[in-house]
């Protein structure tokens, strides 16, 4: 009888089926792409959860922000669908939402309380123009200009600001929002300890919902807010003359909404993209914003940009990473409220006051404020932080304090490094002799806020016939310095001495050449 041969440890065995591994966790790019997405029902159930949850997150805001800017509620939620729609497709930024915002309904207010609305759809559509033509002429690339804390001092002003904006819902109101709402808090903090399965938002907004019908309870809901659309959007011009005294009217409306709106846009796809670990194209944003806005505008309304509150709730709350659940989050908001609107307006608030206070306490930047870390930073940058804090929360308005906030890191920049400018004088020969020469070096960078000191360190008295101003180890950056060191040579020269300025860089002696001699 034949014998199974025995296989000795050095042989190799007969190969066999593979066991099938792990498939390898998407990297923070991958996570972006709709295709892998679409293929992978566990990414796309979280793109979809996140989307509702968005939806459900912009009607009262979007309901808020007619209020402000005094048009009809359903202008402010079709405006949300429709800025959310079109940035889905056009944006450089996967995940992030942009709909009908508090900053945008603060400019456009006082247009629609002078001239009525049509004049408001009149600028939207102008502000959209504006921003196509910034983006293609690179304002996007401005963003780079704009430091970490002044970042970090936007964070953290908006963390307030979403904060502030529920306080209103819990004043003046039945004593069962407070422990609706304290319910709200500790499903959105606590479930996901336990699972992430399903955005903890959506279990509190529905468990809330579904408390408040089934016992009756009378308090505030969404559809107290206001009406609910019933209707689709139609297409439309506005009903304005097309003339010179109309865009006199609209324009600087129109280009204050652009500006804001960019600058809001940007900064909120920045700090995406260092939540998510990825970047976005802010070109394509900012064009992106401008498309939205018209598109807005010819749908009658009000115009928008990127909204921080709710893009935080979709990708830090929801966990979501691409243009699906922006797009999602459009459509949902429009079934919603056309289709469901009855459903929708039994939401009660307090749902959505605890889902806000989650988002403003998880944005907030708690690190940038511990003992150790304001220890360990300069003054002048936690300056910088808390100057942008208190513009932006004391004005309501973002774009004023991160303008504020770059000014003031300007200002302390310009500060230090002229202090970082020396000269060292040395005298070789005969002391007041014939052969006698004073050499000045000149260490630092000369511009306006060092070069005005430039002119008193020099000894005009003590000096001899002969003076030598090194400025190997400097840059002459612009007209201040060109002045300063036309007024020191003009001064020697007063007094007979010879003054020879050397080793300037070939910046610097173009700058030089160009205007020495004709600035007064």
Same mark, same amino acid.
């Given at each position: 009888m034949a014998t199974k041969p025995v296989l000795s440890p050095s042989e190799p065995a007969t190969p066999t089926k593979a066991t099938p591994t792990a498939a390898a966790a998407p990297t923070p790019e991958e996570r972006q792409s709709v295709l892998r997405t679409l293929r992978s029902p566990k990414l796309l159930k979280t793109e979809v959860l996140a989307g509702l949850v968005v939806a459900l997150a912009l009607i009262p805001e979007a309901l808020a922000f007619s209020v402000i800017a005094g048009v009809d509620p359903r202008i402010g939620l079709f405006s949300a669908f429709t800025m959310a729609v079109t940035i889905a497709f056009l944006g450089?930024?996967?995940? /992030?939402?942009?709909?009908? *915002?508090?900053? =945008?309904?603060? !400019?456009?207010?006082?247009? &629609?309380?002078?001239?009525? &609305?049509?004049?408001?759809?009149?600028? @939207?559509?102008?502000?959209? @123009?504006?921003? !196509?033509?910034?983006? #293609?002429?690179? &304002?996007?690339?401005? #963003?780079?200009?704009?430091?970490?804390? =002044? /970042?970090?001092?936007?964070?953290?002003?908006l963390s307030i600001l979403i904060f502030i904006a529920q306080v209103p819902e819990l004043l003046g109101v039945p004593w069962l929002v407070y422990p609706l709402t304290v319910l709200g808090l500790l499903v959105v903090f606590g479930l996901p300890r336990l699972t992430t399965a399903v955005p903890a938002s959506l279990v509190a907004i529905v468990v809330l919902t579904a408390i408040t019908v089934a016992a009756s309870l009378d308090v505030p809901t969404v559809g107290d807010k206001g009406e609910l659309p019933h209707s689709l959007p139609s297409l439309l011009l506005p009903d304005v003359s097309f003339t010179l005294d109309t865009l006199? @009217? !609209?324009f600087p409306y129109a280009l204050a909404v652009a500006f804001v709106g960019l600058l809001e846009s940007l900064m909120t796809a920045k700090l995406v993209d260092d939540v998510t670990d990825t970047r976005s194209n802010k070109t394509r944003e900012a064009w992106g914003q401008g498309?939205?806005? #018209?598109v807005t505008g010819f749908f009658g309304? /009000?115009?928008?940009c990127a909204m921080i509150g709710q893009t935080m709730i979709n990708v830090k709350g929801s966990g979501a990473r691409t243009r699906i659940s922006t797009f999602l989050a459009g459509v949902f908001l429009l079934l919603l409220v056309v289709v469901l609107g009855d459903v929708v307006a039994l939401i009660p608030?307090?749902?959505?006051v605890a889902v806000m206070i989650f988002v403003a306490v998880t944005s907030f930047d708690w690190h940038s404020i511990r003992p150790s870390t304001l220890k360990m930073m300069p003054k002048s940058e936690t300056a910088v932080m808390l100057v942008t804090v208190a513009v932006t929360v004391w004005t309501n308005n973002l774009a004023s304090g991160v303008g504020v906030g770059v000014l003031v890191a300007m200002v302390l920049f310009a500060r230090r490094v002229a202090?970082? @400018?020396? &000269?060292?004088?040395?005298?070789?020969? %005969?002391? %007041?002799?014939? %052969?006698? *020469?004073?050499t000045y070096r000149v260490n630092g960078e000369l511009f306006f806020a060092s070069s005005n000191d430039l002119y008193f360190q020099f000894e005009y008295v003590l000096d001899p016939a002969s003076v030598v101003i090194d400025l190997s180890g400097s840059h002459v950056w612009d007209a201040s310095t060109v002045a300063a060191l036309d007024a020191v040579t003009e001064k020697y020269r007063r007094r007979g001495t010879e003054v020879r300025i050397t080793g300037l860089n070939d910046a610097s002696v173009q700058m030089r050449e160009r205007m020495a001699g004709k600035l007064p």
């Open positions: 450089g930024r996967p995940a /992030m939402i942009s709909a009908a *915002t508090g900053a =945008v309904a603060l !400019v456009i207010a006082p247009l &629609v309380a002078s001239h009525g &609305v049509q004049y408001m759809i009149a600028a @939207v559509l102008l502000a959209g @123009v504006f921003q !196509v033509l910034l983006a #293609l002429l690179g &304002v996007a690339k401005l #963003l780079r200009f704009i430091p970490r804390q =002044v /970042m970090v001092g936007f964070v953290n002003a006199k @009217v !609209v498309a939205a806005n #018209l309304g /009000m115009g928008g608030m307090a749902a959505l202090h970082f @400018v020396t &000269v060292d004088r040395t005298v070789t020969g %005969d002391g %007041d002799g014939a %052969d006698a *020469t004073a």
